[in-house]
């Protein structure tokens, strides 16, 4: 299968701790995307990769929140001190830059819950 | 500032029936992608159709089509003979173009349900 993968799909974290997601795109995709999702939503921009340079950041991505992509490869959304208001599930996207129309391919997703 | 709109958030349709799943939108951009996306109980979003907006016919994808209004600001999803796997949530998402950003914008989905 050489679609977008996420690690891991469940995480449950009690308040304070630290977490970190890991998305590996599709391969020859140089774009990578993070979306965050909360019931009955839909899924919110968070931040955006072309190759490893981090080009846009939603304000939703607030302190505790950070991104890599090292290589341009996969990527990791940290979480620090995780609030019970993080609660969500956090999607990771990849598009091929030269292709119009640059649809994104999403993974299965991480669900976090903070207790 | 951009924006999509989907009011319903359930609809119910039978087999074999086609149904249509309203979207509309709000951009200053001149240029915009309008894209669906359906997501099952399994969480993945898997995109369906795009729409660009300086494209003249309506696009197509199989038993997917999207009807496109320019002057109105909507791309509403129709599908074709519904299957009972059509079950899930879909979602409009919009991208403008000549800002550069490259995130979507989407609605908060409609939730759709193939009765036999």
């Known amino acids: 299968d050489t679609g977008v993968s996420q690690d891991p799909r469940h995480k449950i974290t009690k308040r304070g701790q630290n977490v970190t997601f890991r998305c590996d795109p599709i391969s020859e995709h140089n774009r990578l995307y993070w979306y965050r999702q909360t019931l009955g939503q839909g899924p919110e921009f968070l931040t955006y990769f072309q190759n490893e340079a981090q080009l846009e950041k939603s304000r939703l991505l607030s302190d505790r929140f950070s991104a890599e992509r090292p290589k341009g490869s996969f990527s990791t959304l940290e979480i620090q001190r995780t609030e019970q208001g993080d609660s969500a599930m956090y999607l990771c996207?990849?598009?091929?830059?030269?292709?119009?129309?640059?649809?994104?391919?999403f993974g299965p997703g991480t669900r976090l819950t903070v207790t | 500032a951009q924006k999509i709109t989907q009011t319903q958030p359930g609809m119910f349709v039978q087999e074999k029936e086609a149904v249509t799943l309203d979207c509309t939108y709000d951009t200053s951009d001149p240029s915009y992608g309008l894209f669906w996306y359906k997501q099952p109980s399994s969480g993945e979003m898997i995109f369906l159709i795009y729409?660009?907006?300086?494209?003249?016919q309506n696009a197509t994808e199989g038993r997917y089509s999207l009807n496109f209004q320019k002057a109105r600001k909507s791309a509403n999803l129709v599908i074709s003979a519904s299957q009972l796997g059509d079950s899930a949530m879909y979602f409009c998402a919009m991208r403008e173009v000549n800002t550069g950003f490259q995130k979507l914008v989407f609605g908060t989905g409609t939730r759709l349900l193939v009765s036999p």
């Open positions: 729409q660009g907006s300086y494209d003249q």
């Open positions: 996207a990849s598009s091929l830059g030269t292709v119009s129309p640059y649809e994104q391919y």
